[in-house]
Every structure is written in structure tokens, then in C-alpha cells.
């Protein structure tokens, strides 16, 4: 009672910010206090008017995650590395912007009729799955789907895993309707790849995250692809089956607001849509399970090893959640 009643003295106006609109914007010590060590975690830095700009986002962000705590939800949310970003800010940088290409009315995937096992995860059936990578600001999550998802499968089919190259998906697979930072989808960079006659490794052709002229050489190549698989539009069950029988798949689904924070828990939302014009981010599902009745996926991100479940996140299996059985796909290696 003691401490709790201390607190409530140190919340009352320890910090009063007049902002240009002559409007009174009040912070207590703890949320100046928070905001300066989430700044110091993620080396932060800013100008007096962009600190206080930073911090009444920083603090919307904050009660936003502990309202959704405090809920009955099968996910929780946490600070993270966006957490002085609004979603728009966030959306402009992070996410595909204008509506992809997504549509395979008719994949070439086709399901075997074989059960298939409860759970499923590459990382654990051998060395297949290369560590979360960062993308950083650019739109360039499409490219780290289609490297995750071509290191895997070669992998499977060789032994060897190496490190594939998003830069040069970023800086040459334009004519595939892809656009760099801008957006692009791993059906269409597979066909890049494809027709390109190979991707290099990531030291071959490394990552600046900006979009650049191509620098391509054919004696870059080293990872190639025979053919582009789709999985037919929202078939969730042929994904399964890749997975189960396959091999890691690439994947596109909606990022709304609520998923700027997920921490770990299988993540669910109403707010988010399911159809393919709406999707604004690729990533990699290596996996599947099943945690206290809900189904879900396994999926690796492209937004480094801090964000969610050290890098990774677990979705909603089997109702098309926002829209991530609307255009799922993999590649053949060539070996
Ligand atoms: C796969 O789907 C994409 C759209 O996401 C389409 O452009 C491409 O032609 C399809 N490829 C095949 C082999 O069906
Ligand atoms: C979708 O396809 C059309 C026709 O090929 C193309 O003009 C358009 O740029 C594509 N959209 C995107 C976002 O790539
Ligand atoms: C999308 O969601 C709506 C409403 O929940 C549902 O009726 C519809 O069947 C879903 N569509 C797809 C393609 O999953």
C-alpha cells in the first residue's frame, strides 16, 4: 500500500511538456523514466521537441500493450524495437505498400493424401533453417521470404545451408514485378531466380537494405531454382502438406497494429483482413503445432532476433488469419 500510494505522489505531474499548439501534454516520471531506458536498449537519440514527440508515441505504444496484457488473449505484446514509431510510421517503412500480385487461383502444389504429423519444425530436423536476419527500413521483407525459403530447400536437397542473398532480389528482379524497397512477392522473385540462372550468397552480394543498380555476375551465382511452385489461394491445408512433406514455405498475410508488438503466444486478430489484397508482409512458416486447442504456424521474420520469439512468431492455423493462405509458394532447387 505503501509503495503504491509513492507512486501515484511520483505520477502527478513530474514532467509537464507545452508542445507548439500551446496544448499541455503531461508525462509522470515513470513513463520518462521507461521511455529513457527503452532509448538506451535501442541506442536512441533525439532533438528536445523530437524526444517529447517520441515519448507521447512511445507512451500511446505503452498503454496500448499493457491494456492488451491485462486482456484475455492467446498472444501478449511487449516493447520492441518499432516502440517510438506510430503504425503508419511503422507501415511507410516496414510493410509492402501498394496491393501485390497475390492470386494463385490454380498452384501447381499438389497435396498427397498421406496423415500428416501433429507438429512439425525444420529447425529441429537438421541444420535447414539459416539464423532471423534483419531487413531494417526498407519494404524489403519479400526478398528474406525468398532467401529463408531457397536456403531451406537447398539444404534439404544437399546438406549444405548457406546464406542467400536479398540484395540482389532488391537491386535486379524488377522485371518480375518486383520493386525493391518498395515491395515484391517470392512467386515472382523464385521466377526471377529462375530466369536470372541463379542467386549469390549473401557475402557474395551483401545487404545495404537501399535499393541500388544491379551488380549481378553470373559468377555470383550459387543457389539456383528448377521451378516455382504456388500453393492454390487459400488452401491452408496444401500448406500443411508442404511443410509436413516438404520443406519450409513463403507466405504473405496482413500486419495491422497489433502485430507491431506481439512478443510470443500464438498470435490471433480481428482487426486484420483475409483477402490477398490486403497482404503486406512476407515471411517463412517452418513449421506447424498445436498449443492448448489452437492450431498454429511456426513463421520466421525478417525484423532481427529481438522482436518476437527471438525473431519468430506463431500465428493462427487453419481459418486463413489475415489472409496467409492467399498466396503461399516455394521453390525447386536446382542442384
Ligand atoms: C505463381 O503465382 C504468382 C502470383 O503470386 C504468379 O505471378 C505466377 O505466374 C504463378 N506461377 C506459377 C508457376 O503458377
Ligand atoms: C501487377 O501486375 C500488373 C500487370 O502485370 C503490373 O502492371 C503491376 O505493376 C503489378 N503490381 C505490382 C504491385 O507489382
Ligand atoms: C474472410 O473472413 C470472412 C469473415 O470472417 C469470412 O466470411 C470469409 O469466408 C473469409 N474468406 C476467406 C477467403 O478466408
Known sequence: MAMKST?????????VHFSQQSSITVYSAEEEFEF???MSKYDRVYGLEEHYHRLQIFTENKNRIDRHNAGNHKFTM???????MTFAEFRKSFLLTEPQNCSATKGGHVSSNEPYPDSVDWRKKGNYVTPVKNQGPCGSCWTFS???????????ATGKLMLLSEQQ????AQAFNNHGCNGGLPSQAYEYIKYNDGLATEDGYPYTGRD????????LAAAFVKDVVNITKYDEKGMVDAVARLNPISFAYEVTEDFMNYKDGVYSSTVCKNTTDKVNHAVLAVGYGEEN???????KN???????IEGYFLIERGKNMCGLAGCSSYPLPLV
Open 212 to 219: 541500388s543498380t544491379c551488380k549481378f555476375h553470373p559468377d
Open 169 to 172: 532480389l532488391v537491386d535486379c
Open 36 to 38: 529513457k531506458l527503452w
Open 146 to 156: 525468398t532467401t529463408g525459403c531457397l536456403e531451406s530447400v537447398t539444404a534439404i
Open 302 to 308: 525478417s525484423w532481427g532476433t529481438t522482436w518476437g
Open 7 to 15: 507512486a501515484a505522489i511520483v505520477l502527478i505531474l513530474a514532467a
Open 78 to 84: 511487449a516493447l520492441n524495437q518499432f516502440s517510438d
Open 293 to 299: 486447442g489452437t492450431p498454429y504456424w511456426i513463421v
